[in-house]
């Protein structure tokens, strides 16, 4: 089977008012797990390491037409795009960024309930955003079990407990 990975990077994360600067944010979705990265800009010159270090070459990468992502064929991907702008969503041969659509929406909505956030701690809302996004088919028993298992081998490996 294909891999297949969706790619994003045309969004800009809004903190609360009175920062100076957006943050702009990376991401990408493989088998409907995400992966989201805090990014200086969106040019190819950032994006292209990126790519290579999270995406196998000869995977099949899924994006919009966004200008950063030109070249990505003559870097050993196979490149579907969707035009959104266009009004398409998906291409005849069903290639889409809709899983990323999908933990946009989730991540948005659960940011504009905090009301906004401070631009220092969007890390760290980030983080636990693309954790409950990639474990949202768990129970929270699961989750916290998951969670304290975590916990647990993080802080043997540093061994502070026993």
Not at 15 to 36: F, H, I, Q
Not at 47 to 59: D, N
Not at 93 to 117: D, S, T, V
Request: contains cysteine; proline residues 2%.
């Amino acid at each position: 089977m294909e891999k297949q990975t969706e790619i994003s990077a045309n969004w800009s994360c809004k903190t609360r008012p009175g920062n100076s600067k957006d943050s702009r944010v990376w991401d990408l979705c493989r088998r409907g797990k995400v992966w989201a990265e805090i990014v200086p800009d969106v040019e190819a010159a950032t994006l292209s390491p990126l790519i290579k270090q999270r995406v196998k070459r000869g995977s099949t990468i899924c994006s919009d037409t966004w200008k950063s992502y030109t070249g990505i064929a003559a870097k050993g991907y196979v490149h579907r795009m969707v035009e959104h702008g266009k009004g398409e969503y998906s291409d005849s041969k069903g290639n889409h960024i809709n899983g990323l659509e999908g933990f946009w929406g989730y991540l948005k909505r659960r940011l504009a309930a905090k009301g906004g956030i401070r631009k220092k701690r969007l890390p760290l809302y980030l983080a636990e955003y693309v954790w409950r996004y990639n474990h949202r088919i768990m129970s929270v028993h699961e989750k916290t079990d998951k969670m304290l298992f975590l916990l647990r081998s993080m802080l043997l490996s540093k061994n502070l407990v026993a």
